[in-house]
């Protein structure tokens, strides 16, 4: 996980450095550092860098507030002043732009060697890096290979992520409204930066998120699952101000585990709420596996055949005579279903008239030959209906 401007400042307080403005900023993510002399090189910042400057190429006594102004605008998390013979003093101008944007604005002594401070922040960043890739991989032989506990298990109690901890993973996939496609690789990282940085800013200590075929698997330690699905919905309502408005989202989480051993487990189950959400179009939600109710023991049975023929046997005649004639009474069906027979709210929901309704209803008892008003017969074709949608 990325570190933050807090952590960079912690890591050199030793060396005279001192935060004078945006103090509420220091948990800004910080992905690396980059030397900005004039506002001409400001515009290859890439976003979320420290940004340090000596003022060597300023001209003018105001330079240095359009340099701040245009530094903070090009997305940088922070920025490092060399007070000396180019940068005599800091106005207060520069103070209150920094305190109102929440920038961290810091001032170094001129005797204090920029390429130190520049040379810690690097190696934390790098450090860092190299966490999050040892665990990208640890996550992927847990996933892939739980059986081979070597691969994975030191790996996380390295990183203090305890074997014995519960896990819940959740995936997040993007794709396209129309075609269903994944977001290309451009938008994927500008998604997991967002992903990432929403966790950080809730601190939320024992998280992680890694791409896995062009999706979002986010790992979870010592978090129950209504806590994760509440964070799941901030990281949803992040990415929603970030996407286009033809892309769809779907927010599935998996089983809470009781030990690390089982994070493949409830990856499986995360992957089973993503394909069911997706037959029923139940798009932009977050879903829990644990709130699925009977969609749970449906997606358990291994006999796909059997559920098959179930579905044959109970709601597959109406959907072909839908098919034949351009009728909707599957949609008919599942309704009156949904709102346990009533007449009235189908008509309401669907804005037909109540003989239509009714007059439906007696089609669909002729089609599949029996009688609506009998609550087993109402169980066996609603769950006739929930088979198909995960077969």
């Known amino acids: 996980m990325a570190v933050k401007v807090r952590d ?196 939320f200590r024992y998280s992680f998120v890694l791409e896995l075929d062009g999706r979002f698997v986010l790992l979870f330690a010592k978090y129950d699952e209504d806590t994760i699905k509440e964070m799941v919905e901030s990281i949803k309502e992040n990415l929603e101000n970030l996407l286009e408005h033809d892309e769809k989202m779907c927010f599935c989480i998996g089983k809470s585990t009781r030990n690390i051993k089982c994070v493949a487990k409830s990856y499986r189950k995360a992957l089973d709420v993503l394909r069911l959400q997706k037959r029923r179009g139940k798009y932009d939600e977050v879903t829990i596996y644990k709130d699925l109710g009977l969609y749970k023991l449906l997606l358990s049975m291994e006999d796909t055949n059997a559920m098959k023929e179930y579905s044959q046997e109970t709601i597959e005649p109406l959907i072909n005579y839908d098919y034949l004639n351009s009728t909707d009474y599957v949609l008919i069906l599942e309704t009156y279903l949904s709102l346990n027979g009533s007449v009235k709210d189908v008509a309401a929901k669907l804005s037909v008239h109540r003989n239509t309704i009714n007059y439906k209803i007696k089609k669909i008892e002729e089609i599949l030959s029996c009688d609506l008003s009998d609550l087993d017969t109402r169980l066996i074709l609603r769950v006739g209906l929930m088979i198909k949608k995960i077969t």
Request: proline letters at 2%; hydrophobic letters at 40%; a negative charge.
């Open 8 to 203: 960079l400042y912690e890591s050199v307080k030793k060396q005279d450095i001192e935060l004078i403005a945006g103090k509420n900023g220091l948990d800004n993510v910080v992905r690396w550092v980059h030397m900005v002399e004039n506002i001409e090189t400001s515009v290859f910042l890439e976003g979320q860098e420290i940004a340090f400057t000596t003022g060597i190429g300023l001209r003018k006594k105001d330079d240095l507030f359009e340099l701040v102004k245009y530094t903070y605008e090009n997305h940088a998390s922070g920025m490092v002043i060399s007070t000396g013979p180019y940068i005599a003093e800091i106005s207060d101008e520069i103070i209150e732009f920094c305190d109102e944007k929440n920038f961290p604005f810091f001032i170094v002594p001129w005797h204090v060697y920029f390429a130190e401070i520049m040379r810690e922040f690097c190696y934390k960043i790098t450090v860092s890096d190299k966490i999050d890739m040892e665990l990208t991989n640890a996550i992927k032989n847990a996933i892939f290979f739980e059986k081979e506990e070597d691969l994975y298990v030191p790996q996380f109690e390295m990183h203090k992520l305890k074997a014995d901890w519960s896990y819940c993973l959740a995936i997040i996939e993007i794709s396209e409204r129309d075609t269903g496609k994944i977001i290309d690789k451009e938008k994927q990282t500008k998604a997991l930066r967002n992903i990432e940085n929403t966790l950080i800013s809730h601190s």
